[in-house]
């Protein structure tokens, strides 16, 4: 036969039923703080993200206008001695600025290196288009 149950020993289990209940509640709490902590990094880390790839998308469209092809430089330079010659000395120096971005020399080699850029000769090659068309119309 088990023993008889005090009232002390009453209001214990009483007590550790509701301290643990209590706990439980707690715990679903904490969880829910730490769900919502979770997704908020989450989002955070997700913006992040999208933000570089708006980043790179733009670099990309950048570098891709600055792609120079080949009818580009046939076009710069269809008539480049024509017009060449018709440049005044300042007109020559800021074209030859536009095309060339750096210039080097290796005396070892007895090498010249030039360098162009690709956005200075896709501005002279569409300028020389605008001007053709211009001519054709």
Request: no cysteine; charged share 25%.
């Amino acid at each position: 036969m088990p023993a008889p149950i005090s009232g002390n020993a009453i209001e214990l289990k009483f007590f550790s039923s509701a301290s643990a209940n209590a706990l439980r509640q707690d715990s679903r709490i904490d969880h829910s703080l730490d769900r919502h902590h979770m997704l908020t990094a989450l989002h955070q880390e997700v913006a992040g993200i999208i933000e570089s790839l708006e980043i790179v998308d733009g670099e990309i469209k950048r570098l891709a206008a600055e792609q120079i092809d080949e009818r580009d430089v046939n076009a710069a330079f269809a008539d480049f001695g024509n017009v060449w010659n018709e440049l005044n000395t300042r007109e020559k120096s800021a074209v030859l600025t536009l095309l060339i971005s750096r210039i080097e020399f290796d005396a070892d080699e007895s090498s010249l290196s030039i360098s162009m850029h690709p956005a200075g000769i896709k501005t002279i090659s569409a300028e020389a288009t605008e001007q053709q068309q211009e001519t054709n119309s």
